[in-house]
C-alpha cells in the first residue's frame, strides 16, 4: 500500500485512476477545489492548487508516496506545487499531452515524416520556462495550453525533492457523455445526421487512448519507478477519415466530406500537420498497450446512446 495524492480526479479518466488506485489497496488522497466529492474512504482536501499558502497549509502534516497531478496547466502552477511537495512526495507524475509535439505551436527538432514521435523531441529538462507571461490570464492559458504544459514539465524536471515523471496522454475518447470536450460525439453526429465531415486537403494522423486505459497507465506511472516522459497511446494511428469510417459503421450511414481550404477550421482530429506519438518506451517500461481499432467502435457506441436521434 502506498499513500498517494491525486490533484485533480473529479471527472472523466481522472475519477477512474482514484477508483483504481483506491481498489488496489493505496491510501488515496484528492485536492481539488470541492465541486465534487471523492468516493467514500478518499481523503478530501478542498484546495484551489492556486493559492500556495493554502495548499502548503492542507498538507504540513502530510507525506505522500505519489502526486499524481492531473490538473497542471501553467509553469506558475508547477512552481507552486513543486515548493509545497519539495520533500513531502517521494515521487511527483505531471498527466501532460500530445499538445506537446504539435509543431503548430513550437519550433521543434525535426522527426521524419510520418515516423511517431519519440518522447525526447521536447525534453523538459533543456526546455525554457517564462514565468513571467501572462499564466494567470484564463484567455491566454486556453490559448497557450502546449506551450503551458511544456513549461509545466520544465519546471517539475528541474525541482528538487522528488523524482520526476510525466504522461503525455493522447487524444482521449470514450465514455460516452464523460467524453466532455465532444470531439467523438461530433462525429456521431454529423455523421448520423448526414452533415459534413470538414478535412484538409491532406487529413495526417495522430493517435489515440482510451479513457479507462489512460486511468489504468496513470495508476501503473504513480507505482513505478522510471523517470521523465512517457507518451500515453494506443496502437495504430488514424486519420479523420479512419475515425469517420469506424464511426459510420457503427451509425449505419456513410460520412459526407467536404475539403477545406488552407487555413480554414476542420472537424477535430482532421489536421495538417503529423504528430502522432511513439508508443515504445512505454512497452519497453512493461505496459501493455492495446489498439485503437479495438475498442475505438465500442467509444462509439457508448456515444451514440447518450446522443439525440437525428430525427429529434
Avoid at 523531441?121 to 533543456?126: I, S
Wanted: proline share 6%; glycine share 8%.
Amino acid at each position: 500500500m502506498q499513500r498517494i495524492c491525486v490533484i485533480g480526479g473529479s471527472r472523466y479518466f481522472g475519477k477512474l485512476l482514484v477508483g483504481r488506485l483506491q481498489a488496489a489497496g493505496h491510501q488515496v488522497t484528492v485536492i481539488n477545489r470541492g465541486s465534487t466529492s471523492p468516493p467514500t474512504g478518499v481523503e478530501h482536501l478542498v484546495v484551489d492548487r492556486n493559492d500556495e499558502a493554502a495548499l502548503t497549509a492542507a498538507i504540513r502534516f502530510r507525506t505522500f508516496d505519489v502526486v499524481v497531478d492531473q490538473v497542471c496547466y501553467t509553469p506558475v502552477q508547477a512552481a507552486i506545487a513543486a515548493r509545497a511537495f519539495a520533500d513531502r512526495a517521494r515521487r511527483y507524475v505531471m498527466t501532460s499531452t500530445i499538445e506537446v509535439y504539435d509543431p503548430a505551436t513550437a519550433a521543434l527538432p525535426a522527426v521524419p515524416a510520418g515516423a511517431p514521435v519519440p518522447e525526447e523531441t521536447v525534453d523538459p529538462a533543456a526546455w525554457r520556462v517564462a514565468p513571467d507571461l501572462p499564466w494567470h490570464d484564463d484567455a491566454y492559458v486556453e490559448g497557450h495550453y502546449a506551450e503551458g504544459k511544456r513549461q509545466a514539465e520544465a519546471v517539475f524536471a528541474r525541482a528538487d525533492g522528488f523524482a520526476y515523471a510525466t504522461v503525455r496522454s493522447a487524444h482521449v475518447l470514450g465514455g460516452g457523455a464523460q467524453e466532455f470536450t465532444g470531439r467523438l460525439a461530433h462525429y456521431v453526429s454529423r455523421i448520423a445526421r448526414g452533415e459534413e465531415v470538414l478535412v484538409h486537403a491532406r487529413a495526417l494522423p495522430t493517435v489515440f487512448v482510451h479513457h479507462r486505459e489512460l486511468a489504468e497507465l496513470l495508476a501503473w506511472a504513480a507505482t513505478a519507478d522510471f523517470t521523465g516522459p512517457v507518451n500515453a497511446c494506443s496502437d495504430g494511428p488514424l486519420d479523420v477519415y479512419g475515425v469517420a469510417a469506424i464511426t459510420a459503421a457503427q451509425v449505419g450511414r456513410e460520412p459526407v466530406y467536404r475539403t477545406v481550404s488552407a487555413g480554414e477550421p476542420a472537424s477535430p482530429f482532421s489536421f495538417d500537420r503529423h504528430y502522432a506519438m511513439s508508443n515504445a518506451r512505454a512497452k519497453a517500461l512493461g505496459f501493455s498497450i492495446s489498439r485503437s481499432t479495438d475498442w475505438l467502435p465500442g467509444a462509439v457506441v457508448e456515444t451514440l446512446t447518450t446522443e439525440p436521434s437525428p430525427t429529434a
